[in-house]
């Protein structure tokens, strides 16, 4: 893997990365998107079975058209699970926030603990893309809507795989808010 240039830290990293919901029009390269894939499988991953496959979206119809159907199943499912949080910034306007790139990290459907492999492959693969000055966002909220028959054909996702963690990537046009997180909960500590 040819690493790329960069001057942060991996705490700078962790800390800086933040979920980017506004984007350039630039285009994420090929070169740039390949680098991101490569940081995402050198992930851990468990009895190194490196279960997962990508899905790499830049179509803007086909973008579209996932989030239109993609929003209402999404609503659905917060209904049914009675969720009393605000999701208007999730469902306003297109679920991808207009990114230019949809990265679809899949796992396989068997095997040992494939799920746990793509999220954590998902996170290597966004702090990649920080620090090579992109921004990311997991899409979460179009899951529900990955899975259906219809959409896999169109993705291209295969049998024995299922659609684990949708991540857009792009140039972010405006700087980040800060973040902020509770202190650890430290539930024991045995010595
Ligand atoms: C499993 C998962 C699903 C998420 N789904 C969405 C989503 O559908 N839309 C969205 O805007 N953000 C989504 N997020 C991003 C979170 O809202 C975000 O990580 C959180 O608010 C903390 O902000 P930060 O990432 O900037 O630190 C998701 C995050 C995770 C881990």
Not at 38 to 59: C, D, L, R
Not at 106 to 135: F, Q, R, S
Not at 152 to 170: C, Q, V, W
Request: charged share 20%.
């Amino acid at each position: 893997m040819q690493l790329p240039e960069s001057e942060q830290t991996i705490f700078e990293t962790i800390l800086g990365r933040r979920s980017v919901r506004s984007y350039s029009p630039d285009k994420v390269e090929a070169n740039v998107l390949k680098t991101l894939l490569e940081a995402a499988v050198w992930a851990p991953t468990a009895m190194h079975k490196e279960p997962w496959g990508f899905v790499i979206v830049q179509n803007k119809e086909v973008l579209q058209n996932l989030s239109d159907l993609a929003k209402p199943l999404f609503i659905e499912e917060l209904k049914k699970s009675g969720a009393r949080v605000d999701f208007s910034k999730y469902i306003d306007g297109n679920l991808f926030y207009d990114a230019g790139t949809l990265i679809i990290i899949c796992g396989k459907t068997n095997g040992h603990l494939p799920v746990a492999d793509c999220w954590v492959a998902a996170e290597n693969l966004m702090l990649a893309a920080c620090a090579m000055k992109l921004g990311s966002c997991i899409v979460g909220s179009a899951l529900p809507a990955m899975n259906l028959p219809e959409v896999r054909s169109t993705l291209g996702i295969p049998m024995g795989f299922t659609a684990i963690a949708p991540i857009i990537i792009g140039y972010p046009d405006a700087e980040s808010a800060p973040g902020s997180r509770k202190a650890p909960l430290i539930l024991k500590t045995i010595t």
